[in-house]
Nanobody, 125 residues
Framework: VQLQASGGGLVQAGGSLRLSCAAS????????MGWFRQAPGKEREFVAA????????YYANSVKGRFTFSRENARNTVYLQMKSLKPEDTAVYYC???????????????????WGQGTLVTVSS
């Protein structure tokens, strides 16, 4: 699976952005998807995850209520709608795909098999 993330940019605090991640190569609906982020000098952290069907979502406490993760399997694309952005949301955001094989750890980076190249989100104060 090849993943292409887009939609990052510079936004003022309180603003919104929508990230997209387009997948190609295999049956998209077989994969659970996740978003992670990495700020300068920090480790990569979980942001959000969505199940194969889109029926279940998971969010980090820091983004719950502000971010919405959705998927459109017909377009092989997932979206992360980010609202009420804060300077601490500044990071490179990565999308990831994981193939279910009997266990599912949506918040663990090591569970995911494929990663996109990342898109930079900068929130100014």
């Amino acid at each position: 699976v090849q993943l292409q993330a887009s939609g990052g940019g510079l936004v003022q605090a309180g603003g919104s952005l929508r990230l997209s991640c387009a997948a190609s190569g295999r049956t998209f609906s077989n994969y659970a998807m996740g978003w992670f982020r990495q700020a300068p000098g920090k480790e990569r952290e979980f942001v959000a995850a969505i199940s194969w069907s889109g029926g279940t979502t998971y969010y980090a406490n820091s983004v719950k209520g502000r971010f919405t993760f959705s998927r459109e399997n017909a377009r092989n694309t997932v979206y992360l709608q980010m609202k009420s952005l804060k300077p601490e949301d500044t990071a490179v955001y990565y999308c990831a795909a994981g193939d279910y094989s009997g266990s599912y750890y949506p918040k663990s980076p090591s569970w995911y098999d494929y990663w996109g190249q990342g898109t930079l989100v900068t929130v100014s104060s």
